[in-house]
């Protein structure tokens, strides 16, 4: 659905609140988040389509700027 020179928003707290507490303690990624980021990044890639990363919460930027 997303074309050339579209943007997709990625919110990581949507894969849970395990996934928002390993962020807010700055926590490497699971395997299983990283693998699904870097296929969500190798599709966009592809599509020619650009990421926003969305913290929604100042406290967890960190842990994804990370």
Not at 55 to 65: F, R, S, Y
Request: proline share 3%; with cysteine; net charge negative.
């Amino acid at each position: 659905m997303i074309g050339e020179g579209d943007w997709l928003g990625v919110k990581f707290t949507g894969a849970g609140q395990k996934v928002t507490n390993a962020l807010m303690r700055q926590e490497s990624p699971s395997p299983a988040l990283g693998a699904a980021m870097d296929a969500i990044c190798q599709k966009a890639k592809a599509q020619g389509c650009k990421l926003w990363i969305d913290a929604e919460h100042q406290n967890i930027q960190a842990g994804i700027d990370d």
